[in-house]
Every structure is written in structure tokens, then in C-alpha cells.
């Protein structure tokens, strides 16, 4: 794992924070470096909770920071991916950042927009 100038316990709970900051909003903002050690985590978390098994939902539940993040893994997550095998995530370049020009990227996940366009389309079946 890269260093991102800082500390092991820093860098690790970063690391965490940012992926259930995913796991919630379905994308985050960061820079490329922090991406680059994100775009495998996020892989790696989500083909464990594929599983489905005790073991991988203790796993995650003490790896992400947040409840709604655990429920909303194997309640919405998983089963939006179990056809796929890898590639959860991807990463879209934008501009540079103002202060000290670093590359900013979205790191999102695949589905995202996908998932939106069946909650819009179910909204409109009910409407009718």
C-alpha cells in the first residue's frame, strides 16, 4: 500500500473512512493518489461480501466505520453485483485542485448510475 504521507494507523483508518464514505454515497471525491489505493480496497471489500458467510460480515462490520454502511453492503451492494465478477469501481479524472494543483478524480462505483436509472423508472411505474 502506498504511504500517502502519513503514519500506518492513519493511513489505514483513511483508507477506511473513504471506503465507507463509497459504500454510502456510491462515489467520493479524492485525489489520484488516494484513488490508486482505493479502486483494489473497494474490489477486494466487495468480492468478500459477495460470500455472504459469517466470516466475511464480521469481517466487514468491523472493517467499515459505519452501521448503514454494513446494512447497505449486503443489502443493496451485493446483490446489485452479483453477476459481476470484478471491476466494482472506476475512476473519472477531473481538473486539478487550486492550491497545490493535485489531479482530483471520482471514484465511483460501476452500477451507480445504473441504480439510479431503475429507482427513476420503478418511481415512474408506480406513478401511472
Do not use: C, H, W
Request: hydrophobic share 35%.
Amino acid at each position: 500500500m502506498r504511504k500517502l504521507s502519513r503514519k500506518k494507523d492513519n493511513r489505514e483508518l483513511m483508507v477506511r473512512n473513504l471506503l465507507t464514505s463509497i459504500i454510502l454515497y456510491e462515489s467520493v471525491k479524492t485525489t489520484k493518489a488516494k484513488s490508486k489505493v482505493l479502486k483494489p480496497e473497494i474490489d477486494k471489500l466487495i468480492t468478500r461480501a459477495k460470500k455472504n458467510n459469517l466470516e466475511a460480515r464480521r469481517y466487514i462490520s468491523g472493517y467499515l466505520l459505519d452501521k448503514k454502511a454494513y446494512e447497505k453492503m449486503f443489502e443493496v451492494i451485493v446483490p446489485m453485483y452479483k453477476n459481476r465478477k470484478s471491476g466494482f469501481s472506476r475512476a473519472i479524472s477531473l481538473t486539478n485542485r487550486v492550491g497545490d494543483n493535485a489531479e482530483i478524480v471520482i471514484v465511483e462505483l460501476i452500477d451507480k448510475i445504473n441504480s439510479q436509472k431503475k429507482e427513476i423508472e420503478s418511481k415512474e411505474d408506480n406513478g401511472k
